[in-house]
């Protein structure tokens, strides 16, 4: 049972417009919210995450959404770079053992 | 910054071989994981280990286990490999479980011929 899920597997956009990413999760346990990128041959580096107490988190290009009645989050890159090409990783913390659950990843591709 | 070193980049190894995959971590993280990274399923966790000697399966154990027996290095073993078992190994540690996210190795590409 997939506890947090990217329903997108791709996601193509042009430099200079906005990227939305978006995740889902079914879990009301989950408290907290993160995003991962990751280049091909390396490992996941965090990008930005946010609490359940706050809808929205903010760092530089990099805006998280989290709508909790919706059990929905989003991640908003403004304006997308080539450099921000990439797969996207969606994790949720919380439930019965606070591990992280991951979803299956996005890939970003952003077009000069 | 904490460093999660994975010891190979690349490794190719033969079908039935008993392989060792390792990690170390220099900020005295409690917390240690290994996931594998697969096309279309995303990252699943293996096993995990909150404590030297201690370890909880993840979500698809079978055909690992795993050593703990310093608390900065964490060992993923292929008892017996299969081709199945071709992938990017990853690993992970954290400073509690409540502490937030993980801190990634670069991966191990592991192929299984």
């Known amino acids: 049972d997939q506890q947090v899920k990217q329903n997108s597997p791709s996601l193509s956009v042009q430099e200079g417009r906005i990227s939305i990413l978006n995740c889902d999760y079914t879990?009301?346990?989950?408290?907290?919210f993160l995003w991962y990128k990751k280049y091909p041959a390396e490992g996941p580096t965090f990008l930005i995450s946010?609490?359940?107490?706050?809808d929205k988190n903010e760092d530089g290009r990099f805006t998280v959404f989290l709508n909790k009645s919706a059990k929905h989050l989003s991640l908003h890159i403004v304006p997308s770079q080539p450099g921000d090409s990439a797969v996207y990783f969606c994790?949720?913390?919380?439930?019965?053992?606070?591990?992280?659950?991951f979803g299956k990843g996005t890939l970003l591709t952003v077009n000069p | 910054d904490v460093k999660v070193t994975q010891s190979s980049r690349y490794l190719v190894k033969r079908t039935g071989e008993k392989v060792f995959l390792e990690c170390v971590q220099d900020?005295?993280?409690?917390?240690m994981f290994w996931y594998r990274q697969d096309p279309g399923l995303g990252l699943r966790l293996i096993y995990f280990?909150?404590?030297?000697?201690?370890?909880e399966k993840g979500d698809i154990p079978e055909g690992y286990s795993v050593s703990r027996e310093k608390k900065e290095r964490f060992s993923l073993i292929l008892e017996s490999a299969s081709t199945n078992q071709t992938s990017m190994y990853l690993c992970?540690?954290?400073?509690?479980?409540?502490?937030?996210?993980?801190?990634f190795g670069s991966g191990t590409r592991l192929t299984v011929v």
């Open positions: 280990s909150y404590d030297v000697k201690m370890k």
């Open positions: 992970a540690s954290s400073l509690s479980l409540q502490a937030g996210g993980y801190t």
């Open positions: 879990n009301s346990m989950f408290d907290y």
């Open positions: 946010i609490s359940s107490i706050k």
């Open positions: 900020m005295d993280h409690e917390n």
């Open positions: 994790a949720a913390r919380g439930g019965s053992n606070y591990k992280l659950t």
